[in-house]
């Protein structure tokens, strides 16, 4: 017998700190892991959006602080997960989601473009992954780690995103080595690398460029743009029980994109 298993998705009695968590696809994982039972950390460089996020929570009767952060600012991710750990006393689960785009023919893409991607999107992850990662380590009751990667880090892309496919390949090589790293602390280290969502920032681009949503759905075997709640499913596996073996993986949420 295996045991009961009802309960493998179940947060209960967690703490979850989830960068970029103010709108997107970082709001949808805040959201979906207070939904299980996680207290959350909602961390963004917009005060107003993790404000609105986390009183939304606490109004549907879960528990949530917001966090503003400028995740590319050393100093200021210290000082975030300060802040949790002062509020709720420990850390279980980070989703280090914030990101960003900022697209440009790669011979045109200027030094500024390249190193804002790569501030925001891997050192954001970087700093962290090692923040967290050393309270874990100091704590010594495992964790798990969720960094948001994307097809991008896998696949070329034809839109000008040099710097941003730099960034997530990075974001996967630096979940794999820490995986291993920190396997001997029982934290593990995953990454989720979704194709694209309907999150503010691609509804926008697609309102700007209509014709940029064909090359999207013409990479999508399942012939749609992914919806924000699809993420919600794969990020609760990575943080719960149900995922206890796991560690090191990249789990493409992509419409087969990355099978194709």
Known sequence: ?????????????????????????GRGIAEGFAQFGAAV????????T???????????????????????????????????LK?????????????????????EMTSEQWERVIA????GVW????????????????GSIINMASIAGQVGLKTGNANYCASKGGVIALTRNLAVEWSRFNIRVNAIAPVQFMTPLVTELIERKPEVLDYFLENIPLG???????????????ASKASS???????????GHTAA
């Open 1 to 25: 017998m295996i045991g009961n298993v009802k309960n493998l998705f179940d947060l209960s009695g967690k703490v979850a700190l989830v960068t970029g968590g103010g709108q997107g696809l």
């Open 87 to 107: 509020e709720f006393g420990k850390i279980d689960v980070l989703a280090a989601v914030a990101g960003i785009g900022d697209r440009n023919p790669a011979e």
């Open 41 to 48: 950390s909602v961390v963004d460089i917009n005060p107003e």
């Open 245 to 255: 073996m796991v560690t090191g993986i990249v789990l493409n949420v992509d419409g």
């Open 120 to 123: 925001i999107n891997l050192s």
């Open 224 to 238: 749609r743009i992914g919806e924000v709640r699809e993420i919600v499913g794969p990020a609760v596996f990575l």
């Open 50 to 84: 993790s404000q609105e996020v986390a009183e939304g929570i606490n109004a549907a009767g879960g528990q949530a602080i917001p966090v503003p952060c400028d995740v590319s600012k050393q100093d200021q991710v210290s000082a975030a997960v300060a802040k949790t």
């Open 127 to 142: 700093f962290f992954d090692q923040e967290v990662g050393k309270h874990m380590i100091e704590r010594g009751e495992g």
